[in-house]
């Protein structure tokens, strides 16, 4: 009778404290009579251990307690199974690759039996990662990595992981599902790069490998920027661009770019599979300035160079320069030389202005001298004279200065 008064009191304190801490249960008595569990197998995995035994009939057990320990401690209760007709339990969370001993026992209300033999139990290693793992590279822009499937049938999948070969920091950039899978091609990368790679096989419970062996890939570089280059002067109406070839074997073509600008922008004008390019301009001293590059048969393209090729079309032959003229009141010559010698021919032409409104011009062709004879006067009429200096390709000159006569 004092002992239910003091459990009752013990009750009566923790509902007024708002204690949530119940009182620890007694572990059940050895009963020497109970029939003991007699055989413990398992069947171990990386981080779990399956026990199995003969289940025990009589109607008195209620289930069994399970015991966990390592080695040198103490074994302690880590499991209760509530039904006599059970015959497993999987213990979870455990190490990989870690030694285990297990003991079992019956209970009844009451009363627990003696343990059943020691058993001792190791889980499973964490899996190797692939025995074979490859990069093929030397591909624009991405390496392609090949391994053979992992043989262990509870592989879910594979991480692939990277690293700059600069700045070791190992990053997932990839998980390749299905332990069949066999490859990965990592895009976008940049030309001429040195990437690390290594691989971890998961199992479908989480499990994650150790890391293969790293491997090595290298993009492919751009071609090298075209050399040589260089741009005409002294062509009419057109420029032409010539280039050294390039020592790729796989180049493809040639990109031609122009701007009016040294500091661009530079535009895309042309592709040739050629060395050179003529660019057709219909003006004359027209300048260009110029940036050839390579493209390989990967559509991979070399840098422009920092320097371009300046060009330019002929310009216009320098303008006759008057060297004297005359009027005697019936005939007007003029004479005059070329500045540059670039003039083959000459013309003149001669605007009448008869009164206030009328006006005709006249033009002299294929004038061979440097002088020019005009008798072919009206009276009262004012005459303007330019002369013009004609080049070999028949580029025209800009006029000379104006010779005025007016005939009384």
Known sequence: MKKLSQIILLSFL???????????????KIDPNLPKVKEVRYI???????????????????????YR????AKLTRIAKVDTRFSSHYIDKKLKPNTRYYYQITAYTKNAESYPSPKLEARTLPIPESVSFFKAVDHLPKV???????????????????????????????????????????????????????????????????????????????????VKGLEATKNLPKKIVVRWLPNPEPDIEYYKVYRSIFEIGPYIAIAKTKKTQY??????????????????????LESFKQDVPAVGSTLPKPAAPVILEHHFDGRAVTIKWQSPDNRAVEYM??????????????????????????????????????????????????????EIVVKVK
Request: proline share 5%.
């Open 14 to 28: 923790i509902i007024l404290s708002g204690c949530s801490i119940q009182p620890k249960v007694s572990k059940p």
């Open 44 to 66: 171990p995995d990386i981080t779990k251990i399956a026990l199995e035994w003969t289940p025990i009939y009589s109607e008195n057990i209620k289930g069994y307690y399970i």
């Open 69 to 72: 320990g390592q080695k040198g």
């Open 143 to 225: 390496i392609k990595l090949i391994w053979r499937p992992h043989p262990y049938l509870r592989v879910d999948g594979y991480i692939v992981e990277r690293a700059d070969e600069k700045d070791v920091d190992w990053k997932k950039i990839a998980y390749v599902k299905d332990r069949l899978s066999a490859e990965y091609i990592d895009r976008g990368l940049k030309d001429n790069m040195t990437y690390l790679y290594r691989l971890r096989a998961k199992t479908c419970d989480g499990i994650v490998s150790k890391p293969s062996k790293v491997v090595k890939g290298n993009t492919k570089p751009r071609p090298s920027i």
């Open 278 to 299: 003529t660019d057709f301009i219909n003006k004359d001293g027209v300048k260009r300035y110029y940036k050839v590059t390579a493209v390989d048969k990967d559509r």
């Open 348 to 401: 003149v032409k001669k605007k009448e202005i008869l009164g206030f409104l009328k006006e005709n011009e006249y033009i002299y062709k294929h004038i061979k001298k440097n002088s020019f004879y005009d008798d072919k006067l009206k009276k009262g009429a004012k005459y303007i004279y330019r002369v013009y200096a004609i080049d070999k390709y028949g580029i025209v000159s800009r006029p000379s200065e």
